[in-house]
C-alpha cells in the first residue's frame, strides 16, 4: 500500500508561482513512477506531468516551459513547480503512484486509470 498526499496549494495571481508538494508513503520506492493530474470543474482528469524510476519525465504541451517536475532518489516526496501560471490552469492537482512502471523510461505513461494510488487534491486558483 502506498499513500500519497499533496500540498502547497492556493490562490495566484497570474504570472505567479506555486511549487506543490507530494508526500508518499508505505510502499514506495524509487521504481515507482509518479504523476500529477489536475482536473477543472466540468472537464476531465488531465495527465500534467509524470517522472519515471530513472527520472525521466512528461510535460503536457499545455504546460511545458512552465512546469517543473523533480523528486528526491527514493520518491518519497515529489515536487511540481509552477511558473508563470494562467488563469486556466485552475484545477484541483492531484499527486499519483503507480509501483513498478518502467515504461516510463521509455517514454510510456500510465493513464489516469492505471495509477493504483491517489492523493486526495490540492486547489490552486490563478485568479486576478
Known amino acids: 500500500q502506498v499513500q500519497v498526499a499533496e500540498s502547497g496549494g492556493g490562490l495566484v495571481q497570474p504570472g505567479g508561482s506555486l511549487r506543490l508538494s507530494c508526500a508518499a508513503s508505505?510502499?514506495?520506492?524509487?521504481?515507482?513512477?509518479m504523476g500529477w493530474f489536475r482536473q477543472a470543474p466540468g472537464k476531465e482528469r488531465e495527465r500534467v506531468s509524470c517522472i519515471s524510476a530513472s527520472g525521466n519525465t512528461f510535460y503536457a504541451d499545455s504546460v511545458k516551459g512552465r512546469f517543473t517536475i523533480s523528486s528526491d532518489s527514493a520518491k518519497s516526496t515529489v515536487y511540481l513547480v509552477m511558473n508563470s501560471l494562467k488563469l486556466e490552469d485552475t484545477a484541483v492537482y492531484y499527486c499519483a503512484a503507480e509501483p513498478n512502471w518502467a515504461l516510463g523510461d521509455h517514454g510510456l505513461w500510465p493513464t489516469v486509470e492505471e495509477y493504483d494510488y491517489w492523493g486526495q487534491g490540492t486547489q490552486v486558483t490563478v485568479s486576478s
Open positions: 508505505g510502499s514506495i520506492s524509487s521504481a515507482d513512477t
